[in-house]
């Protein structure tokens, strides 16, 4: 049976090429990065290239500037606490977010709000894209921190991120955005962009999992993360994950080297994908429909369940998701399709397919295929399709 993994939004598959780069530090080059001989200082010079290759791929002005950590959800949980913490002193007790931010941005937010911190959840309206405007009228006197995603992972939505930047620079607010989901594929430049702190993680462009890094800009303190060791300037203890550092490195190089050519085609994929779908009745898109990741698309069928659908489908050899993969097996509907103003009932029934470099127009043919019949089969079998064909009946 064809198979097609369709939820590189969850993770992505490990390119070999990061995976030869990362070998030697598996497997011979097993020094500890503070030792002083050898097999250390080797250890050292890779963990050190591979931070200076990530700053200058982000635009950073300095290498001393990139702190790695766990992934993405640590590097968001060490901004924002770190940072709130930091300038509670000074009379700062004040977040502004967005209502439809990743868990590791929300969750952190609602732990801050118990140690009594003021959290403003901005709203992101039918297309899922904060207003600037409404960032600048939340910005208030105690206010220590904005945090707004790059791209949104459900429904890939790109956030005005430029335009944020410039005004929280103008007001002397600290900005941190989550770009797990947009790093390798948009052009980031946290330079230009006036980002004071940024995430992102391997995972999500083919490199390791459990590797990530926060960009902190140089005069912005966030409290210390790890105490322990001089790791990360003494800012995260803990010996480094070497291999994986390399790959995250030679991942986001190889993501950004090749995204212009992959941007083209994904949307090309993208877009056919979207108008065979919406020829299924009571379909519709989630989010905007060109202001997206190039890569994602995300989509509600009345009168079905996504679960049964996602079940179906995963028989079918395509491996989606409903969402986000940290909220799958819990029944309430996703809370970024809520804050898009979906109903309950309809939020339900979404779809969420994630292509990357691996995917290819055959990949479309075969769901275009497949989804249609499914969505058409549960129908059968939905009460709730009866309905919705009764009231269609009546009106
Ligand atoms: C995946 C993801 C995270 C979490 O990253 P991990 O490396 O899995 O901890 C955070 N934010 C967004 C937007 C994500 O998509």
Same mark, same amino acid.
């Given at each position: 049976?064809? %198979? ?7 993770? /992505? ?7 030869? %780069?990362?070998?030697?530090?598996? $497997? ?12 250390? &200082? ?7 290239? &591979?931070?200076? %290759? ?5 635009? !950073? %002005?300095? @290498? ?43 969750? $952190? ?7 009594? *911190? ?19 009228? !939340? ?7 904005? /945090? ?8 890939? $939505? ?7 930047? &410039? ?7 600290? *900005? ?28 999500? *462009? ?10 902190? #800009?140089?005069?912005? #303190? ?13 800012? #995260? ?17 190889? &993501? ?15 877009? #056919? ?20 990741? @190039? ?101």
């Amino acid at each position: 049976m064809r %198979k097609i993994y369709a939820d590189n939004a969850a993770t /992505t598959a490990l390119s070999p090429k990061v995976l030869e %780069k990362m070998m030697p530090y598996l $497997t011979t080059v097993y020094g500890n990065p503070s030792s002083l001989y050898e097999i250390g &200082a080797e250890a050292k010079k890779a963990v050190e290239n &591979a931070r200076a %290759k990530i700053a200058s791929l982000i635009g !950073a %002005k300095s @290498p001393n500037e990139i702190y790695f950590t766990s992934g993405g959800s640590e590097a968001d949980n060490w901004a924002i606490k770190g940072m709130c913490r930091a300038l509670k002193q000074k009379g700062k007790n004040h977040i502004i977010t967005s209502k439809f931010e990743h868990h590791a941005v929300l969750h $952190t937010c609602k732990a801050l709000e118990k140690e009594g *911190f003021e959290v403003t959840y901005l709203d992101v309206y039918e297309n899922g894209i904060v207003k600037v405007e409404d960032v600048k009228n !939340a910005i208030k006197d105690t206010t220590a921190l904005v /945090t707004i995603m790059y791209a949104n992972n459900e429904i890939g $939505t790109i956030q005005p991120i430029s335009q944020i930047g &410039a005004i929280c620079r103008e007001n002397r607010v600290i *900005f941190h955005t989550d770009a797990v989901q947009a790093m390798g594929n948009v052009h980031i430049n946290v330079e230009e962009q006036n980002i004071d702190m940024l995430s992102l993680t391997g995972h999500k *462009f083919h490199g390791p999992k459990g590797c990530g890094a926060l960009y902190i #800009r140089r005069g912005v #303190r966030p409290d210390v993360l790890i105490d322990g060791g001089a790791q990360e300037r003494t800012r #995260r203890a803990g010996t480094e994950n070497v291999a994986g550092i390399v790959g995250l490195a030679e991942a986001l190089e190889l &993501a950004i080297s090749t995204m212009e050519e992959r941007n083209a085609r994904l949307t090309k994929m993208r877009d #056919r994908l979207i108008d065979g779908l919406l020829k299924i009745e009571r379909s519709r898109v989630n989010g905007d429909r060109t202001n997206r990741l @190039p890569g994602n698309i995300n989509m509600c069928f009345e009168g079905i369940e996504g679960e049964s659908l996602l079940l179906r489908l995963d028989m079918a050899g395509i491996s989606a998701s409903s969402g986000s993969a940290c909220t799958s097996g819990d029944l309430d509907p996703s809370h970024v399709l809520l804050s898009i103003g979906l109903p309950h009932e309809i939020a339900h029934g979404s779809m969420r397919l994630s292509f990357s470099d691996d995917n290819t127009e055959e990949d479309v043919d075969y769901i275009l295929e497949k989804v249609p019949v499914i969505v058409d089969y549960l129908r059968q079998m939905s009460p709730l399709w009866e309905k919705i064909k009764e009231e269609e009946r009546n009106s």
